[in-house]
């Protein structure tokens, strides 16, 4: 194991005890516990068995549990094995959206990511009977989830995802879509529009479209401009996503006794109220015979053992897991619905000699998709004979659904005379972490990402290195041919490809998975939105369930990283022209020198339970004709505060003085949030006090010049000229570690260089 996947196990998966003396020896210890925590739910003489089926499985990296499981199996904890949830449709009331706001942190608190449907509250400006006053809207309360959820990470938990969906019909539609316009609303959302067949056929047809609620017509539009408009945010701030409501709906397995209105964060999993899904993969690229060679294959049988495996896994794992809500076991166990899918697709299409989204590489995506679909069928089909079919199994409706009427003729049968164990069971989810674990295969169902990149590794004396990773299939193919050898032209990566080619394999593999697929389709910064808006119409006529792009560009980056700049030799202190590729914090020769005079402004701040305001100061200092904060006052009458405010001053003054791109702080202190709640201020909610001096700082830094209105990013000519990636835009930077990697992948920001990343 790599000194990167000893990492990522030891910090995320490896069992230890409270006072982090480690439990797991190593990882075929966590393999056992896993696959022994599995095997409980078998009958006590089959349980030795299975657990040696299942270790079997884990062993070599070949079935890849999602992280959940295997933080959580066998340990004990009071945490869910389950990774995807959608919650209850909210009851258009303050009491039921408040109660639906203490499910999602009961789930949250557990590691559950969350997706819910925002479509069932009145739009902004709807009579509120009895109170005498207007509703705010569902966009305003989905401050209130991302202030929740924020809270939730703030007390140690795993970070927070959640995915807010809301229908193209509301009459709030134009402001979920251009809701993430303002930096850091809802950066815990993901957002998704349902999008339906009669909307895309308005499109289609420049038909008029009609948004209400409650029977009451609030505007009509043209439905293109409507389209537009999503597709120019999704060109310019890579949201919100589309989701084809009516065609996943109509090709659900449970269409007979379920409605889905929402996904999980990352969109694999549609689910409908309190639907919880499990998530496993199968890792491809250990599965491919004579790699390199004229005659490499995949093991289709090895496929098939492996699939048998994984479907009885993960349906013994929906016995012995916790869930946060009684309503989510519930439907968990009457549908025993599983997410088994793939990763480490593309490096199995390269150690096969063939380049993604080649005419080639989608024959054998049916090919290797459709065997596995068809063993996870009959394996459910053969568990049903011994442990019972699913409980909502109806022997009328199920055989008739569109995906099940597709199978062989054989399952069919099968499933007839015994029924099936689990309601669905295919699902492509992001792998990101795992597949790291297992030796940096390609996740998913996505292109390589980049073949080489630069990773900080914690050392066991607490000090750490970088160290580059390379791809599983580069890093065999180094090993076998040498390090001089030109990578073939069947290597390509998510850089090189063209979005028809993302479309091709979504759209391949979408035809075998019974659910759905997490997938991020990269478009060059280049092109044009009268090119790109139509990514979305051809997903659709694909069959896609959903599509989500990610194009770089001023506003959100770039994907690319880019090489540390020295910083220039001078006894004065200057700007940096750009930060390390990891650590975070640039340090000055020596702090700026107080002038007798400074300029600045005060600004002042009621707090609603402070029985005085609050005044801060920033002053600046003038440095090459631009204006630099320089330090912060913050004074009252509650004395109370004293001790804090001073103490906060100091350390704001302090950073302010070395100079740099200092526009971080303002981050840290509009991320506090107070259990005892925020207030609402000027329109919006401000989570806590300290959030809001974090604000009048930042409209502070923008007022003189120092950030943009627009991206809060350090607004100095060098340093923008220096961030400019490959694309023309400038990179985005980790808010870890500050590594010009921050890249976007299923629906994830995610970090390169220390593995941050966040759904939202």
């Avoid at 884990?58 to 199996?73: H, N």
């Avoid at 109170?131 to 927070?160: E, K, L, N, Q």
């Avoid at 519930?330 to 480490?344: D, F, H, I, S, Y």
């Avoid at 009427?405 to 295919?426: C, K, S, V, Y």
């Amino acid at each position: 194991m790599s000194d990167i996947a000893h990492q990522i196990w030891d910090m995320k998966y490896r069992f230890k005890r409270a006072d982090g003396t480690p439990v797991d020896g190593d990882v075929a210890a966590s393999w056992a516990r896993v696959a022994l925590a599995a095997s409980e739910a078998e009958k006590p003489d089959d349980r030795r068995t299975h657990a040696l089926e299942f270790a079997k499985a884990l062993a070599g990296y070949r079935f890849l549990p999602a992280g959940r499981i295997m933080a959580g199996a066998g340990t004990g904890r009071a945490v869910t094995l389950f990774n995807c949830f959608v919650m209850g449709a909210i009851p258009d009331s303050m009491d039921g959206i408040f109660s639906a706001v203490r499910e999602a942190a009961l789930t949250l608190q557990q590691g559950g990511g969350i997706g819910y449907d925002f479509s069932t509250i009145r739009p902004k400006g709807a009579p509120v009977e009895g109170v005498g006053a207007d509703a705010s809207g569902p966009v305003s309360f989905m401050d209130v989830w991302d202030s929740m959820c924020r809270i939730i990470m703030s007390a140690g938990s795993r970070r927070g995802a959640m995915m807010a969906t809301l229908a193209a019909d509301h009459p709030d539609i134009e402001e979920f879509i251009t809701a993430k316009r303002t930096p850091g609303r809802l950066s815990m959302f993901n957002l998704s529009v349902l999008v339906g067949d009669r909307f895309m056929a308005a499109v289609r047809n420049d038909a008029d479209w009609e948004l209400s609620f409650g029977g009451r017509v609030y505007k009509t539009m043209r439905a293109r401009d409507l389209w537009d408009r999503i597709m120019r945010s999704t060109y310019d701030y890579a949201e919100p996503g589309v989701i084809f409501i009516d065609r996943i709906n109509a090709e659900n397995n449970l269409g007979y006794c379920e409605t889905i209105r929402a996904t999980n964060p990352c969109g694999e999993q549609p689910l409908p109220p309190y639907g919880a899904c499990l998530l496993g993969s199968i890792n491809l690229a250990r599965l491919v015979k004579n790699p390199f060679e004229e005659n490499a294959e995949l093991d289709l049988e090895a496929l098939k053992d492996l699939t048998r495996t994984a479907v009885r896994f993960l349906d013994n794992v929906i016995d012995i897991s916790r869930f946060p809500l009684e309503a989510q076991r519930a439907e968990a166990q009457a549908k025993r619905r599983l997410g088994l899918g793939v990763t480490g697709l593309a490096d199995a299409l390269i150690f096969c000699r063939t380049k993604y989204g080649s005419p080639e590489s989608l024959k054998l995506i049916d090919e290797w998709l459709e065997t596995l679909s068809h063993a996870a069928y009959r394996a459910s089909a053969e568990l049903a004979r011994e442990k019972g079919p699913f409980p909502l199994f109806d022997a009328e409706e199920y055989p008739e659904r569109p995906f099940v009427r597709a199978l062989p003729e054989d399952i069919r049968d099968m499933i007839a005379q015994h029924g099936i164990r689990n309601g669905l069971l295919t699902s492509i989810a992001p792998t990101g972490t795992i597949s790291l674990f297992a030796g940096n295969v390609s996740s998913g169902i996505e292109p390589v990402f980049a073949y080489t990149y630069n990773r900080r590794v914690l050392l066991p004396d607490g000090t750490n290195r970088e160290e580059p990773v390379r791809d599983f299939a580069v890093e065999a193919f180094r090993a076998r041919h040498g390090e001089e050898t030109p990578l073939p032209d069947y290597f390509v990566n998510a850089q090189t490809l063209e979005p028809a080619d993302h479309l091709a394999v979504q759209a391949a593999a979408q035809k075998h998975i019974d659910s759905s697929i997490s997938k991020t389709i990269n478009v060059p910064q280049s092109m044009s939105f009268e090119a790109f808006k139509d990514v979305y119409t051809q997903a659709y006529e694909l069959g896609c369930k959903g599509c989500t792009t990610y194009r770089p560009n001023a506003i959100t980056g770039a994907v690319l990283s880019l090489p540390e700049t020295p910083a220039p030799e001078s006894d004065e202190p200057q700007l940096p022209l750009d930060l390390p590729k990891s650590g975070g914090i640039v340090y000055m020769t020596k702090p700026f020198d107080r002038p007798e005079v400074l300029i600045g402004q005060t600004y002042k701040i009621k707090w609603l339970d402070a029985d005085h305001a609050f005044y801060i100061t920033v002053n600046d200092i003038e440095k090459d004709g631009r204006r630099l904060p320089f330090e912060v006052f913050i004074n009252s009458k509650n004395m109370e505060a004293y001790a804090w405010t001073l103490a906060l001053t100091r350390m704001i003054s302090a950073v302010f003085r070395r100079g740099g791109d200092v526009s971080f702080v303002v981050d840290e202190l509009k991320a506090v949030f107070d259990p005892r709640g925020g207030q609402w201020m000027e329109g919006h909610y401000v989570p806590s006090l300290l959030a809001a001096i974090g604000e009048v700082i930042e409209r502070h830094l923008i007022a003189i010049g120092f950030i943009s209105p627009r991206d809060g990013k350090l607004a100095v000519e060098d340093r923008q000229a220096a961030a400019v990636a490959a694309e023309g835009a400038p990179a985005r930077r980790c808010p870890r570690c500050a590594s010009a990697s921050f890249v976007r992948l299923e629906g994830c920001d995610s970090c390169l260089s220390c593995g941050y990343s966040k759904c939202g």
